[in-house]
């Protein structure tokens, strides 16, 4: 899989950007977006809206109820644009139609701290993985942790330059 990930800085803050290609409309790549019970099939955690209007909390779980922080609605433009935060950190999702029915993925991660680039970049090429199968119509588990895929991936963006050194859990 070639990884397309980038490190990029927006109005001086940390990010992170991926852009992936699929033969399927916005709509069904938006619904994977913001359903829960499609997120399922590639994000990092349940994800759980209040609803997706601008301010309405987003609340995140790993193992428990709300074990993953809060966050909040910051643009909900089906089908082209959803965004949320987590922590301090941004989740832009957007979505551009392609001639023939196919559809442009643009996410872009503003991160809180800087030395967290490698480690959450290699933590989303293998999400972003998980969504290309769910949109293929194969889904699988998305892969957590710190699993021999992941340490590959993370390495392959240290030895890029990516911006590395923050903590990796497990």
Sequence with gaps: MTRTGTYLE?????ALRFVREYDHAPERVF???TDPAELVHWFPAGVAPESWEPGA???YTFETPG???TGTVLVHEPPRRVAFSWGGDELWFEVEALDGGRSR?????????????ARNAAGWEL???AL????AGTPVAPSGGRTPAWE?????????????GAPIPG
């Design 132 to 135: 290309d199968a769910a949109v």
């Design 127 to 129: 999400c972003l993985d």
């Design 57 to 59: 909390t987003v609340t």
């Design 31 to 33: 619904a994977l977006l």
């Design 105 to 117: 993925l643009a996410f872009t991660h503003l991160i809180d701290e800087k030395p967290a680039a």
């Design 67 to 69: 074990d993953g922080g």
């Design 152 to 164: 590959a991936i993370y390495q392959e963006f240290v030895a890029a330059g990516m911006p590395s």
């Design 10 to 14: 927006i109005d001086g803050r940390p």
